[in-house]
């Protein structure tokens, strides 16, 4: 199966389910055709029709938003965008003052294969840490704290995060499907 | 010409340009299809072309932008998204502290008849305000302040504001070309 991908943060924490399922993957990096939505299953099933029209195997993409309620769900699934941009610092500075950090990760996973597009989503709820805090992972890592956890993403091990994430329980999803059609 | 807007802002400054060129309009509220990208000009003709998918005529469509410099380009092409969560607040708070207020609205209008897709550019270079004021337009334009100025869009009359405008460009653009090939 094809991975598309130009993130090898991304690579590196999905490629050990890929293992575990017994599948192979190679990874493109043909451009992802984006569409503007607030909806990453929208992004995610669009960028997965239009990669397959350019491969022409079966393949993965993912789209991940990251929803800060008293932003009114800001980034969203401009999560990256707005990391190239503004960045963590930006968030924060956004966030100075409000006591409701509550934040949502949420992957969408879409597979295709010229007859079916499917996808699976994964949610992680926590919330926006105060200061920017650790040095695992990347985009939002530091700045986002777990449900459950006193630690941001970037401040758990590569293992302790992967065991956890919105991305992991995507791609389980996935897979775990795959398993039963394929 | 199908003119493809929700925006009822949008209409009142450009409907004036299509008549004085003596081109009835029709307006149109199909969706309107957005890539994900930072430029509007791909924005506008990626629309274009999808929404003559849809409607099978001859139409005009636009995407406009805001660049801030010291934000490294944000909101840029995600100008709506952004307005619709953060809002001009949150703009205000991002520039809290910051000298450089440099920014740049850019409006790309694309025309689209099944055979062309044109794409026509207008700018307006200006500044971010230190706070919102004025009660004209939509959107960014209470916090807009275009060179040459000492008061945000949203001070400014509707005519003075439509006599300078970074959409008014674009569409002038659009109908000088429009004339000349028809």
Chains 1, 2 share one sequence.
Not at 92 to 108: P, S
Not at 135 to 162: L, N, Q, W
């Amino acid at each position: 199966m094809i991975v598309v991908t130009g993130n090898p943060h991304k690579l590196l924490e999905i490629r050990p389910l890929f293992e575990k399922h017994g599948i192979r993957i190679e990874v493109s990096q043909v451009d992802k055709m984006e569409v503007k939505s607030d909806d990453v299953v929208v992004v995610a099933r669009e960028a997965a029709k239009a990669a397959y029209r350019v491969l022409k195997r079966p393949l993965v993409i993912d789209d991940t938003g990251l929803y800060i309620s008293a932003l009114s769900g800001f980034p969203g699934a401009y999560a990256s965008f707005v990391q190239k941009t503004i960045g963590n610092l930006g968030i924060l500075k956004l966030m100075e003052g409000i006591t409701d950090r509550t934040a949502n990760f949420v992957t969408a996973a879409a597979y295709a294969d010229g007859k079916n597009i499917e996808a699976f989503v994964g949610e992680m709820p926590g919330r926006i840490a105060l200061a920017p805090s650790g040095r695992e992972g990347f985009g939002y890592d530091p700045i986002f704290i777990c449900d459950g956890e006193m630690r941001t993403y970037a401040e758990m091990s590569f293992s302790e995060k992967v065991a956890v994430s919105h991305r992991t329980k995507a791609f389980a999803s996935l897979l775990d499907w795959y398993d039963r059609v394929r």
